[in-house]
C-alpha cells in the first residue's frame, strides 16, 4: 500500500468552495490528451456515481497495457467530510487491505485506489458445505479487526484464494461503533455454524518448514541492504517550494527523495493552497528520506453572516466587515415572500456556514412584491364598526374619517372611498363619511329678558251710603327684586300710576284700600346653549412598542383609536423589518380615551391603552 498522504492536511474545516475548486482543478487534467488524476493514473470510464463518491476504472499512467485499476474519488467539501475521510483513512492503514495500492489525501485530493484479487468471494465460501477450521477463525479473526477499525465485514470485500487466509479486496467508508459492526458481522456469519468443518492438519514436513526458512533469508538480505541504505543515505539540497501550490511543491520534493508532511497557516495576500514556509528552509543540505513541513496557507474558516431583507448596499459593507465577496445576483418575485423589491429573500452558502476570505455569495434579492387586488360592497347605511369590520376582511384599512351633519343615525356612513366594487391594492386606505347629528347653536347670547309691567288687582267696591267722600290718595308701589311691599312717597319717588279714589261707605274713618302687588321679581331666562357633539379635549400621547421577534410575515400597521375614529401611526411595514424592535413616536394628538392597536395583514394582533 502507497501512502501518498504527506501530513494532517485539513486540520480544520476547509470551506465547500475552496475543496470544490481544487477538486476540479485535480480532475481538470482528466480533460487533456493523456485524460489522468494527479498525473498518476489515467481513466478508462467512469464506474459510477453516489452521494459525494465518483468511481473510475483506471490504470496507471504510461502504462497502457498495465492492470486495470478501481479509483474511488471523495468529493470533500465539508469540515465534516475531511475528518470523515481521515478516519477512513486511519482505518485503512490498521487493516492494510491486500488490495489497496494508494490512499491520498491532501488539498484537493482525496481518493483511494485498489486492485483486483481472485478467489472465492465471501458469499461462496458460506455457502460450502464443508469449510476449512483455518478459513473460518482467519474470517472471525477478520471481523474482529474491522470491528475495531468502526467497519462491518457487509463494508468489505473480502476474497478466499485457493490456498492462504482471506483477505480484504476492497473496504467501503462507514461511520460504526464497534459495538454496532461486531452485531452486524454475528448476523452475516451465522451460517458458520452449519455445516462441516475441516479440522487442521499438523504441518510437520520438511516441505512445511523450508518456505519459511528461504522467507527468513530473504528477508535478511533485504533487511541488511534497508540498514545500509538508512545508515548511509545521500545528502541533497532542499529546493525552494515558497509561495507555490502544496501539491506542486510536495511532487517536486518527493521526487528528490524526501518526505513530506503539511502544516495549516494564514497569509494575507496569498491564494489559499499555497506554501507560505518550509523546515528545512531552502538551501539546507539534508539526507534523502528526511522529513520537510510545508506550512500551507489554509486560514481558518469564516461564518457567513445573515444578509435576509438587507439591501444591496448593506450587503456590501456586511461581506467586506466579514471578508467576502458578492457573487451572482438572482432577481426573483417578492410577493410569496412579501420582500420589497431590492431586499434580499436568499443566500448560499446559507447564514452559519463556514467559507473563506474571498469566497462569493450567491443572493436572491426580490424584484418587487405584486399587489394582491381587493375590493369593498356597499357600506352606505351601515354603523361605523361594521364597515370598518368589512374593510379589516377585505384587506384594508380605515385611515380617514369625515363627519358630516345628517337626519341619519349617528355613526352612519354616508360616502366611502374607494367606491362599491372597485379593485384596489391590498393595504390600501378607506375614507368613510359618517353621520353627526345636526345642530345650530345661537349666533350671540340673548343676555336677560325684559321685566314685565306691574300689575294692580282694583279693591272690592261695597255698596255706597250717602257719605261725603274723603279724597284718598293711594301709597305707590315701585318694583324691586326683594319682596314687595307699600312705601310712603317722597320727593325723589315718581309713581308709575295714580289711581283715583273709590267712593266707600259713608263712614266717620277713612279707609285706604290695600292694592294687590303682583311678584315683580325678575325672571333672568336661562340661555340655550347649544351641545356640541364632542366637547371631549385634546391631548398628547407618545408610541412606544416593541415588536415580539416571532411575528407572522405579512405588512404590519399601527392604529390610534380615539373619540374621532381611527387613525394609522405606522402603515404597510413587513414584519421581518420590525420584528423584535421598538417603534416610537411623539406628540400624537387624540381626543378623549385612546387605544393603540396593532395589526398584521388586517388582523389585530394586540391593543394597548394609550398612556
Avoid: C
Avoid at 376582511?393 to 345628517?406: D, F, K, M, P
Avoid at 362599491?420 to 391590498?426: E, N, Q, R
Amino acid at each position: 500500500m502507497n501512502d501518498s498522504e504527506a501530513g494532517p492536511a485539513g486540520g480544520r474545516g476547509q470551506p465547500a468552495q475552496a475543496d470544490i475548486t481544487s477538486s476540479r482543478y485535480t480532475l481538470g487534467r482528466m480533460n487533456g490528451a493523456a485524460d489522468r488524476i494527479d498525473n498518476k493514473y489515467e481513466v478508462l470510464s467512469e464506474l459510477s456515481s453516489e452521494g459525494h463518491v465518483r468511481r473510475y476504472s483506471v490504470h496507471e499512467a504510461g502504462q497502457p497495457g498495465s492492470q486495470r485499476l478501481r479509483l474511488e474519488w471523495f468529493e470533500v467539501g465539508t469540515s465534516a467530510q475531511r475528518s470523515s475521510f481521515h478516519r477512513y483513512r486511519s482505518g485503512l492503514k490498521a487493516l492494510a487491505p491486500a488490495g489497496l495500492i494508494d490512499v491520498v489525501a491532501r488539498p484537493g485530493a482525496y481518493y483511494t485506489v485498489w486492485k483486483p484479487l481472485e478467489g472465492r468471494t465471501l458469499a461462496e465460501f458460506l455457502a460450502l458445505p464443508v469449510r476449512g477450521e483455518v478459513e473460518v477463525q482467519a474470517l472471525r479473526d477478520l471481523g474482529t479487526g474491522l470491528a475495531e477499525q468502526g467497519f462491518a465485514l457487509s463494508d468489505a470485500e473480502i476474497v478466499f484464494p485457493d490456498y492462504g487466509e482471506p483477505q480484504l479486496a476492497f473496504v467501503a467508508p462507514a461511520a460504526r461503533t464497534p459495538e454496532e459492526a461486531a452485531a452486524l458481522n454475528t448476523g452475516l456469519l451465522t451460517p458458520l455454524g452449519r455445516g462441516k468443518l475441516r479440522r487442521r492438519r499438523p504441518a510437520l514436513s520438511v516441505w512445511a518448514v523450508l518456505p519459511g526458512l528461504l522467507f527468513l533469508g530473504g528477508a535478511g538480505y533485504l533487511g541488511a541492504q534497508a540498514a545500509r541504505i538508512y545508515l548511509n543515505p545521500p545528502i541533497r539540497d532542499v529546493m525552494s517550494v515558497m509561495g507555490q501550490p502544496a501539491e506542486n511543491a510536495a511532487r517536486k520534493l518527493t521526487d528528490e527523495g524526501f518526505r513530506v508532511a503539511y502544516t495549516d497557516g494564514e497569509g494575507v495576500g496569498m491564494a489559499v493552497g499555497n506554501v507560505l514556509a518550509q523546515d528545512p528552509p531552502a538551501g539546507t543540505n539534508l539526507p534523502v528520506g528526511r522529513q520537510i513541513t510545508l506550512t500551507v496557507n489554509n486560514p481558518p474558516p469564516l461564518t457567513v453572516p445573515k444578509l435576509d431583507d438587507l439591501n444591496l448596499n448593506q450587503v456590501a459593507t456586511l461581506l467586506a466587515e466579514n471578508r467576502l465577496t458578492r457573487g451572482q445576483i438572482i432577481t426573483v418575485d417578492g410577493t410569496f415572500t412579501n420582500t420589497p423589491k431590492g431586499r434580499v429573500i436568499a443566500q448560499l452558502p446559507e447564514a452559519g456556514a463556514t467559507a473563506q476570505r474571498g469566497d462569493k455569495v450567491t443572493l436572491m434579492v426580490s424584484g418587487g412584491v405584486k399587489s394582491k387586488l381587493t375590493w369593498l360592497p356597499p357600506l352606505t347605511g351601515l354603523s361605523f364598526e361594521d364597515a370598518r369590520d368589512l374593510a379589516r376582511r377585505a384587506g384594508l384599512v380605515v385611515h380617514t374619517i369625515t363627519r358630516q351633519n345628517s337626519d341619519a343615525r349617528q355613526n352612519t356612513v354616508l360616502a366611502q372611498q374607494p367606491a362599491p366594487y372597485v379593485k384596489v391594492d391590498v393595504g390600501s386606505p378607506v375614507t368613510l363619511t359618517i353621520a353627526t347629528i345636526p345642530f345650530t347653536g345661537p349666533s350671540q347670547s340673548t343676555g336677560a329678558l325684559p321685566l314685565p309691567p306691574p300689575v294692580y288687582v282694583a279693591p272690592v267696591q261695597p255698596t255706597p251710603t250717602p257719605v261725603t267722600p274723603t279724597p284718598v290718595t293711594p301709597t305707590p308701589t315701585t318694583p324691586d327684586t326683594t319682596t314687595p311691599a307699600t312705601t310712603t312717597p317722597d320727593t325723589t319717588t315718581t309713581p308709575d300710576t295714580t289711581v283715583p279714589p273709590t267712593p266707600t261707605t259713608p263712614d266717620t274713618t277713612p279707609v285706604t284700600p290695600t292694592p294687590t302687588t303682583p311678584d315683580t321679581t325678575p325672571v333672568t331666562p336661562t340661555p340655550v346653549t347649544p351641545t356640541p357633539a364632542d366637547t371631549t379635549p385634546t391631548r398628547t400621547v407618545a408610541l412606544n412598542y416593541t415588536f415580539p421577534s416571532n411575528l407572522p410575515d405579512g405588512t404590519v400597521d399601527i392604529i390610534v383609536r380615539d373619540a374621532d375614529g381611527e387613525r394609522t401611526v405606522l402603515s404597510g411595514t413587513p414584519s421581518s423589518t420590525v420584528a423584535g424592535a421598538t417603534a416610537q413616536q411623539e406628540s400624537i394628538q387624540v381626543r378623549g380615551d385612546a387605544t393603540f392597536v396593532v395589526r398584521v395583514n388586517g388582523q389585530e394582533l394586540t391593543s394597548f391603552p394609550a398612556p
